[in-house]
T-cell receptor, first 115, second 111 residues
Framework: NAGVMQNPRHLVRRRGQEARLRCSPM?????VYWYRQLPEEGLKFMVY????????ESGMPKERFSAEFPKEGPSILRIQQVVRGDSAAYFC?????????????FGQGTRLTVV | RKEVEQDPGPFNVPEGATVAFNCTYS??????FFWYRQDCRKEPKLLMS???SGNEDGRFTAQLNRASQYISLLIRDSKLSDSATYLC????????????FGTGTRLQVTL
């Protein structure tokens, strides 16, 4: 059973370009979370998705950021017109559909560098 | 007030020492609690879940006090390999059961 897969592991974009980050959850997991971690800082919640639904996007910047988790395929975090401040590690985590005390498992992250 | 607050680090301890981390959370309706470990530039990994009755896994003991909204992690006989950042994590209830992370406490175990 493969773990949470994120790609690419490293992504370099010029200012103004689009960044597209992918996350394939663990098999059987239908909940996906995206977190951002700036250098020397903690994990900041961005968005929580279930298949085809955004459940909580309270941590997403209002502009340029969007996320989806389609019925088929990976979850995508899209950042349009990237700026230097978007440089960070973006982690995806997944958890199974049951409610209750279910932990989440993380992918290895995508390190975005905006030049 | 932050949703999840942790001891500010770093903790520098000698090998073999016992060290304790504390964490408080603000949402009294929170249901699930965890400690994660994060090594430098790596993804967080689950260390252990935290139950009201307290639970132990080898050298690690976790405690939850729901009345005080307080979580603790005790590490006995510290090893060099325990050096990492320890993250207190709380899961809320309801439809939006996101995981909320504390900012982490850094532990450095030295010879």
């Amino acid at each position: 059973n493969a773990g949470v897969m994120q790609n690419p592991r490293h992504l370099v974009r010029r200012r103004g370009q689009e960044a597209r980050l992918r996350c394939s959850p663990m098999k059987g997991h239908s909940h996906v979370y995206w977190y951002r971690q700036l250098p020397e800082e903690g994990l900041k919640f961005m968005v929580y998705l279930q298949k085809e639904n955004i459940i909580d996007e309270s941590g997403m910047p209002k502009e340029r950021f969007s996320a989806e988790f389609p019925k088929e395929g990976p979850s995508i975090l899209r950042i349009q017109q990237v700026v230097r401040g978007d440089s960070a590690a973006y982690f995806c985590a997944s958890s199974p559909p049951e409610r209750g005390r279910t932990e989440a498992f993380f992918g290895q992250g995508t390190r975005l560098t905006v030049v | 007030r932050k949703e999840v607050e942790q001891d500010p680090g770093p903790f520098n301890v000698p090998e073999g020492a016992t060290v304790a981390f504390n964490c408080t959370y603000s949402n009294s309706a929170s249901q699930s609690f965890f400690w994660y470990r994060q090594d430098c530039r790596k993804e967080p990994k689950l260390l252990m879940s935290v139950y009201s009755s307290g639970n132990e896994d080898g050298r690690f003991t976790a405690q939850l006090n729901r009345a005080s909204q307080y979580i603790s992690l005790l590490i006995r006989d510290s090893k060099l390999s325990d050096s990492a950042t320890y993250l207190c994590v709380v899961r809320s209830t309801g439809t939006a059961s996101k995981l909320t992370f504390g900012t982490g406490t850094r532990l450095q175990v030295t010879l």
